[in-house]
């Protein structure tokens, strides 16, 4: 005979899973765990013994082979801008009052380039010059001797004072990054001008004394 468990109750049995169920259920188990990542669905969950389990889509599982940078931050590595010339104390421009004694050459200086600052001559790079023109990066020159009417030997001494003066103004200009003109008023000048320093910029601008 078969003996009771105490207090009466029947003990419950184990369900009963023959062989062929039993592969089955492992069989569908392995195909899970088999199957690439990329074949299953994102959003689909796999019941496996009554668990869901979902998986997220393989790319977000490997880093990107080239990341996109992150803004500035990304290239800290690269150098700093370079220091513009504005930046150089010395390539400010400043403005001192015309040093008068010739209102002739102080009206072209004004009204020819145009001037920025009328009444106003402008230091930069330590050089004085008689003008910055309006809205452009020019510093000027201005002559207005009325070279044709000198005989031959004046002529030779003021282009070679001039010629000295007209150097230091030109590599102050260069060298604080501004374009430099020279205004003369007659043709005869610019041409004296011209055979000795065939480089120079020269317009006649007309102005009388």
Same mark, same amino acid.
């Given at each position: 005979m078969?003996?009771?468990?105490?207090? +009466?109750?029947? $003990?419950?049995a184990a369900p009963f899973h $023959?062989?062929?169920?039993?592969?089955? =259920?492992? $069989?569908d188990a392995l195909s899970v765990w088999r199957t690439p990542h990329a074949r299953q669905p994102a959003a689909s969950p796999l019941l496996v013994r009554g668990t869901a389990i979902r998986y997220a889509p393989r790319a977000s599982q490997e880093p990107e082979a080239n990341p996109a940078p992150e803004g500035p931050r990304a290239d800290r590595s690269?150098?700093?801008?370079? @220091?513009?010339?504005?930046?150089?104390p010395e /390539?400010?421009?400043f403005f001192v009052p015309h040093a008068g004694g010739d209102?002739?050459?102080?009206? /072209?200086? #004004?009204?020819?380039?145009?001037n920025r600052y009328p009444g106003m001559d402008v230091l930069v790079g330590g050089v004085r010059? #008689?003008?910055?023109?309006? +809205? @452009? &990066? @020019?510093?000027w020159e201005i002559k207005t001797h009325r070279f044709d009417t000198y005989? #031959?030997? *004046? &002529? =030779? &001494? =003021?282009?070679?004072?001039? %010629?000295?003066? *007209? =150097?230091?103004?030109? &590599?102050?200009?260069?060298? /604080? +990054?501004?374009?430099? *003109?020279? +205004?003369? $008023?007659?043709?005869?000048?610019?041409?004296?001008? %011209?055979r000795e320093a065939p480089f120079l910029n020269i317009v006649v601008t007309g102005c009388t004394r």
């Amino acid at each position: 005979m078969l003996a009771l468990p105490r207090g +009466g109750a029947t $003990s419950r049995a184990a369900p009963f899973h $023959s062989g062929w169920e039993r592969g089955a =259920e492992n $069989s569908d188990a392995l195909s899970v765990w088999r199957t690439p990542h990329a074949r299953q669905p994102a959003a689909s969950p796999l019941l496996v013994r009554g668990t869901a389990i979902r998986y997220a889509p393989r790319a977000s599982q490997e880093p990107e082979a080239n990341p996109a940078p992150e803004g500035p931050r990304a290239d800290r590595s690269a150098p700093p801008p370079p @220091v513009t010339l504005e930046r150089r104390p010395e /390539c400010q421009p400043f403005f001192v009052p015309h040093a008068g004694g010739d209102d002739a050459h102080d009206e /072209c200086a #004004d009204k020819f380039p145009p001037n920025r600052y009328p009444g106003m001559d402008v230091l930069v790079g330590g050089v004085r010059f #008689d003008a910055l023109q309006v +809205g @452009v &990066r @020019v510093l000027w020159e201005i002559k207005t001797h009325r070279f044709d009417t000198y005989p #031959d030997f *004046i &002529r =030779e &001494r =003021e282009i070679a004072k001039e %010629l000295e003066q *007209i =150097e230091k103004e030109r &590599r102050a200009a260069e060298k /604080c +990054g501004y374009d430099f *003109i020279i +205004g003369v $008023s007659t043709q005869a000048h610019k041409d004296a001008l %011209l055979r000795e320093a065939p480089f120079l910029n020269i317009v006649v601008t007309g102005c009388t004394r």
